[in-house]
């Protein structure tokens, strides 16, 4: 019997910078993301440095500009989304070990200052990547790839 697969929704909430709003484009669709969100004030195309990150993959990849945070998510909770964010907290458990739902929409936070509390409260799973190194956190299209990888 085949094994079910995962479908993925990446939601970039609050990402400042444009090269990494390409890069995740390109980590998105490489990996074969269904969906990329971007919410808040996170920068979209025609957005010249995010295309020029992107190398093209906003032409392949389904992706949607949603100022609106809680609009987005209560689509994707319709349409039987669990809510996952990707976050150092103390809630979260480890990439490796989480075996979670097969409607999945990833919640990035902010480069800075992560996913606010407020946001994480409304997830049903947090996930995290470990560190194993003296660094506390990796770039957000580095996790972001990371943790596509592992759910997909």
Request: some cysteine; glycine content about 6%.
């Amino acid at each position: 019997m085949p094994i079910a697969k995962t479908i993925l929704h990446v939601i970039a909430h609050d990402i400042r910078s444009c090269e990494n709003v390409g890069a995740l484009f390109r980590t998105c669709e490489f990996l074969g993301v269904e969906k990329l969100w971007l919410t808040g004030y996170t920068p979209a195309p025609p957005d010249s440095k995010v295309l020029k990150t992107a190398l093209g993959a906003e032409q392949s990849l389904k992706w949607e500009k949603q100022t609106d945070l809680n609009k987005a998510l209560e689509r994707l909770k319709s349409k039987g989304f669990d809510l996952v964010g990707l976050e150092l907290d103390k809630r979260a458990k480890e990439l490796s070990q989480y075996r979670g739902a097969k409607k999945i929409a990833l919640l990035l936070g902010n480069e800075v200052t992560g996913i606010p509390s407020s946001l994480l409260d409304q997830c049903d799973d947090i996930v995290m990547i470990k560190p194993r190194g003296k660094k506390e956190s990796l770039n957000v299209t580095i996790a972001t790839a990371i943790a596509c990888w592992a759910l997909l």
